[in-house]
């Protein structure tokens, strides 16, 4: 029985030589975590899987041209870019709000005062929906180096290739974000891991 890389690297291989079949079962084995990923960062399911679709059409109509390194970055890279062009359509036609929802002061420069006591976030799920919440505040680039490193597990140098960023700002990016999410959680009564 071939090892997963191995069988990956075939695969790959396949694909770009026009295998199809290939192609398709590589997509498969990304499908799900790159459907959360766009998920998280646009929106809505809709739009998330037209982002994806049109990810893997585009990494089909280029695979032949794949340089090598990682496949899975490569189509979050794609997707990614994809994703933040969706949020800037968005913003050019007017579609998101220029200011925070209604109800939804937050302070980004500092963090906030203390909140309610944790104990009133009632459950694990409530504070998920929380979390989430508050990535939806996160500008598209910050959310998106945020959901890479926080969730997919890229290495900074990674996330800087994904993005076609310096490391430095992927690391800038990724504490703005964490600030941002780490200031709604304080409003929301989290006061953090010592307290």
């Known amino acids: 029985m071939q090892q997963p890389a191995a069988r990956g690297g075939e695969l790959l291989r396949r694909a770009r030589g ?16 790159l459907y959360r990923h766009v998920l998280r960062i646009v929106g809505t399911p809709a739009e998330a899987e037209d982002v994806v679709q049109d990810a893997f059409i585009s990494a089909w109509r280029s695979v032949g041209a794949f340089q090598g390194g ?59 929906a929380v979390v989430e919440e508050a990535l939806g505040g996160v500008p598209a ?31 800038s990016r990724i504490h703005r974000a964490r600030t941002a999410v780490r200031n709604v959680l304080m409003q929301r009564g989290w006061k953090g891991p010592a307290g």
């Open 141 to 171: 680039e910050q959310r998106a180096a945020l959901l890479l490193r926080d969730v997919e597990g890229f290495s900074y140098e990674e996330i800087a290739r994904i993005t076609a960023v310096e490391v430095g700002t992927v690391k």
């Open 70 to 128: 990682s496949f899975r970055a490569w189509l979050f890279r794609i997707a990614t870019n994809r994703s933040i062009d969706l949020i800037r359509a968005r913003r050019r036609r007017g579609e998101l709000p220029l200011e925070p929802p209604d109800g939804a002061e937050i302070e980004w420069a500092e963090p906030v005062a203390e909140g309610p006591d944790p104990v009133e976030i009632a459950s694990r799920g409530e504070a998920l």
């Open 18 to 33: 026009g295998d199809g079949r290939a192609f398709e079962e590589l997509a498969r084995e990304a499908e799900a975590g």
